[in-house]
């Protein structure tokens, strides 16, 4: 099971940008499928990106060509980088880890691990 924790977060006026961090520990950190996600109040969950064990990032289309995420394997840590936020995405950001195996048609996953969360907010 891993243990994830993120930082980072903070207020950023409209345009601005924000580094997230998820230092993880316990589990298999080299080959994880990890993902990022974000929850606005009175919102469902949603998923923002991903990254699967060959290293493929995946994002959701809203986020993309804003928003960068990495990975350092030494460090065993997983950054979101992100620029000209929006206020609609001030919401709590998690960092998730999770079950993975290989099926013939790709990866499977179910995200089991998650943070306790940091804060992202956007002013307008």
């Known amino acids: 099971q891993a243990r994830l924790v993120e930082s980072g977060g903070g207020s950023v006026q409209a345009g601005g940008s924000l580094r997230l961090t998820c230092s993880a520990s316990?589990?298999?950190?080299?080959?994880?499928?990890m993902g990022w996600f974000r929850q606005a109040p009175g919102k469902e969950r949603e998923g923002v990106a991903s990254?699967?064990?060959?290293?493929?990032?995946s994002y959701r289309d809203a986020v993309k060509g804003r928003f960068t995420l990495s990975k350092d394997i030494a460090k065993r840590t997983l950054y979101l980088q992100m620029s000209s936020l929006k206020h609609e995405e001030t919401a709590m950001y998690y960092c998730?880890?999770?079950?993975?195996?290989?099926?013939?048609?790709?990866?499977?996953?179910?995200?089991?691990?998650w943070g306790q969360g940091t804060q992202v907010t956007v002013s307008s």
């Open positions: 998730s880890a999770a079950r993975w195996w290989y099926e013939s048609c790709g990866y499977e996953f179910d995200y089991a691990d």
């Open positions: 316990g589990g298999s950190y080299s080959r994880s499928f």
């Open positions: 990254i699967d064990p060959d290293g493929n990032t």
